[in-house]
T-cell receptor, first 110, second 112 residues
Framework: GESVGLHLPTLSVQEGDNSIINCAYS??????FIWYKQESGKGPQFIID?????DKRQGQRVTVLLNKTVKHLSLQIAATQPGDSAVYFC?????????FGTGTRLQVFP | NAGVTQTPKFQVLKTGQSMTLQCAQDMNHNSMYWYRQDPGMGLRLIYY???????DKGEVPNGYNVSRLNKREFSLRLESAAPSQTSVYFCASSEGTSGSEYFGPGTRLTVT
């Protein structure tokens, strides 16, 4: 399995609960943000994105909130399932290139 | 539609050896990227190609070279591998440089 993320912050939630993963971004010039999910041994997978002219965007079971005042991004997962267990990365795009955060490991227990 | 493919999946090199990591995408994307991922470091951009015929350095380009062979293929070369290059390497592609990126499955490289 993948050894990435040995020292990542971890969020543990019970199956069925809602999860909130937070991310502080660094560049006030960033105008586009993405959340990725990475399962063990796999590449990152796109979950949801949001542009800086929006505060909130909803997908299927996921919501991204953007607070530009404090440069904060969050990912909310409703009714968390075992298949949601993974490492979640936020990414920002200053200067048209993605810059990734270090990630948060989500563990879902029954 | 295979998306982004990478070869090899695993590789072990001795210090000083060279090798090329291959990446191809079948989504007709203009932009392609190479990242490395180390424990606790997230993904760091090595090189990218905004369009066919162009390449630019990312955050950590030292020790690497790239070739955008055509629109589909973007290779990463290590001329003289070092233990510090032990990592997982991901290739990605996107329609443009400001859009969401699609990642390959990764290449796990160990340099001894």
């Amino acid at each position: 399995g993948e050894s990435v993320g040995l020292h990542l912050p971890t969020l543990s939630v019970q199956e069925g609960d809602n999860s909130i993963i937070n991310c502080a971004y660094s560049n006030s010039a960033s105008d586009y943000f993405i959340w990725y999910k990475q399962e063990s041994g796999k590449g990152p997978q796109f979950i949801i994105d949001i542009r800086s002219n929006m505060d909130k965007r909803q997908g299927q079971r996921v919501t991204v909130l953007l607070n530009k005042t404090v440069k904060h991004l969050s990912l909310q997962i409703a009714a968390t399932q075992p298949g949601d267990s993974a490492v979640y990365f936020c990414a920002e795009t200053p200067l048209s290139k993605l810059i990734f955060g270090t990630g948060t490991r989500l563990q879902v227990f029954p | 539609n295979a998306g982004v493919t990478q070869t090899p999946k695993f590789q072990v090199l001795k210090t000083g050896q060279s090798m090329t990591l291959q990446c191809a995408q079948d989504m007709n994307h203009n932009s392609m990227y190479w990242y490395r991922q180390d424990p606790g470091m997230g993904l760091r951009l090595i090189y990218y190609s905004a369009s066919e015929g162009t390449t630019d350095k990312g955050e950590v380009p030292n020790g690497y070279n790239v070739s955008r062979l055509n629109k589909r293929e973007f290779s990463l070369r290590l001329e003289s591998a070092a233990p510090s290059q032990t990592s997982v390497y991901f290739c990605a592609s996107s329609e443009g440089t400001s859009g969401s990126e699609y990642f390959g499955p990764g290449t796990r490289l160990t340099v001894t």
